[in-house]
């Protein structure tokens, strides 16, 4: 079965460079969540998308902005890229807004920023 | 407020039973989660439950939620070293459907 797929995978940029994630949803999924997961630590929520609008926002810094397309997948801009942006993205995606259960997670992108 | 508690740490012998607890504080929470990470990877669904019910068996997992206390836990029947890893309980805000996680509880299965 298709899975939640993430680019790049891993990703290292010096301080104050801009950064491009991307994330493609499990086909028909409609709904996209981002988390940022710092070393040793949980998964934080920072933003989601549903049907291309924004429907909830998190801890996400001014620096930080995302947008949901047409065919569904997100991209997460990330400038002024500051060493504790080191993290793991996470993507996840459902269906409905959020109104199933479901919701399946990509395999992350590792950023490394030095 | 949202926010979901969890131990840090367990130790168990393979083949024993692990159970890991996670405590939770919006009552409003239609659904519980736990994933698992192991080291470097993602976040894989391991199972989920419908705050209608009060338990859930999945296979080797069984999941026992406690609503009045706002308690989950995660039973692991037969614990096999494959099962050393990170497990998040995680639950699901109802407005837009974000994922509160609790800290992670890391299991370490010795043989």
């Known amino acids: 079965a298709a899975g939640v797929i993430q680019s790049p995978r891993h990703l290292i940029k010096e301080k104050r460079e801009t950064a491009t994630l991307k994330c493609y949803p499990i086909?028909?999924?409609?709904?996209v969540y981002w988390y940022q997961q710092g070393p040793g630590q949980d998964p934080q929520f920072l933003i989601s998308?549903?049907?291309?609008?924004?429907?909830d926002k998190g801890s996400i810094p001014d620096r930080f902005s995302a947008q949901q397309f047409s065919d569904y997948h997100s991209e997460l801009n990330m400038s002024s890229l500051e060493l504790g942006d080191s993290a793991l993205y996470f993507c996840?995606?459902?269906?409905?807004?959020?109104?199933?259960?479901?919701?399946?997670f990509g395999p992350g992108t590792r950023l490394t920023v030095t | 407020g949202e926010d979901v508690e969890q131990s840090l740490f367990l130790s168990v012998r393979e083949g024993d039973s692990s159970v890991i607890n996670c405590t939770y504080t919006?009552?409003?929470?239609?659904?519980l989660y736990w994933y698992k990470q192991e080291p470097g990877a993602g976040l894989q669904l391991l199972t989920y439950?419908?705050?209608?019910?009060d338990m859930k068996q999945d296979q080797r997992l069984t999941v026992l939620l406690n609503k009045k206390d706002k308690h989950l836990s995660l039973r692991i029947a037969d614990t096999q070293t494959g099962d050393s890893a990170i497990y998040f309980c995680?639950?699901?805000?109802?407005?837009?459907?974000?994922?509160?996680f609790g800290q992670g509880t890391e299991l370490s299965v010795k043989p």
């Open positions: 998308f549903y049907e291309k609008m924004q429907s």
């Open positions: 995680a639950e699901r805000n109802n407005q837009g459907g974000k994922l509160i």
């Open positions: 919006d009552s409003s929470s239609t659904y």
């Open positions: 086909p028909r999924h409609d709904t």
């Open positions: 996840a995606s459902s269906l409905g807004g959020g109104s199933t259960y479901e919701q399946y």
């Open positions: 439950i419908f705050s209608n019910m």
